[in-house]
């Protein structure tokens, strides 16, 4: 079965450590994303990248790094610069950069 | 600067009516538009789109008209069934270049009563 499976659902962490979220897909797909979704709040991209090796900020990219090393995995690491990082991460995949996005179920962080 | 507004946070319509979502874009260089549903704590799954050559695409209960005119475009579901009850995002992207990624609206929560 092709997706996009992210872990864990839910991740705890103290204040001033980081954190990484796996994201990885099997669906063959060049494109991915980070997004961030807060109550209330749309869906806001904090890195995505098009190739292996190759990724580029969103709009919320401060505290956030990401590595694209292997096409089927892009992990982001939430860094202790991330002023506010409890919220629902969510991961993406697409053929291309402007096709539709297939989501992940996401990951919920909340830091203590 | 918003690109992609949904006016509407909540919506809530009786079952077996139609249930109207809309959405409005600024941004004229938008030629492909996406309607994701989403359920809480779940990622959105893609439900319809439209390309900017087209005003009108229809996928059994769900179809989606573009005014490009007017920037707008809007998710009408017919007959709404309870298990429509989900958060609606409109997405918009551009094909320009090949280096244009979604934007997302902040979502209609759309509540359909039995």
């Known amino acids: 079965d092709g997706g996009i499976t992210q872990s864990p659902k839910y991740l705890f962490r103290k204040e001033g450590q980081n954190v990484t979220l796996s994201c990885e897909q099997n669906?063959?797909?060049?494109?991915m994303y980070w997004y961030r979704q807060d109550p209330g709040q749309g869906l806001r991209l904090i890195y995505y990248?098009?190739?292996?090796?190759?990724?580029q900020k969103g709009d919320i990219a401060e505290g956030y790094s990401v590595s694209r090393e292997k096409k089927e995995s892009f992990p982001l690491t939430v860094t202790s610069a991330q002023k506010n990082p409890t919220a629902f991460y969510l991961c993406?995949?697409?053929?291309?950069?402007?096709?539709?996005?297939?989501f992940g179920p996401g990951t919920r962080l909340t830091v203590l | 600067d918003q690109q992609v507004k949904q006016n509407s946070p909540s919506l809530s319509v009786q079952e077996g009516r139609i249930s109207i979502l809309n959405c409005d874009y600024t941004?004229?260089?938008?030629?492909?538009f996406l309607w994701y549903k989403k359920y809480p704590a779940e990622g959105p799954t893609f439900l319809i789109s439209?390309?900017?050559?087209?005003d009108k695409n229809e996928d059994g209960r769900f179809t989606v008209f573009l005014n490009k005119s007017a920037k707008h475009l809007s998710l009408h579901i017919v007959p709404s069934q309870p298990g429509d009850s989900a958060v609606y995002f409109c997405?918009?992207?551009?094909?320009?270049?090949?280096?244009?990624?979604?934007?997302f609206g902040k979502g209609t929560k759309l509540t359909v009563n039995p």
């Open positions: 669906l063959n797909h060049d494109a």
């Open positions: 993406a995949s697409s053929i291309g950069v402007y096709n539709e996005q297939f």
């Open positions: 439209i390309s900017s050559i087209k």
């Open positions: 941004n004229s260089m938008f030629d492909y």
């Open positions: 990248s098009q190739i292996v090796n190759d990724f």
């Open positions: 997405a918009a992207s551009s094909g320009e270049g090949g280096s244009e990624k979604l934007v």
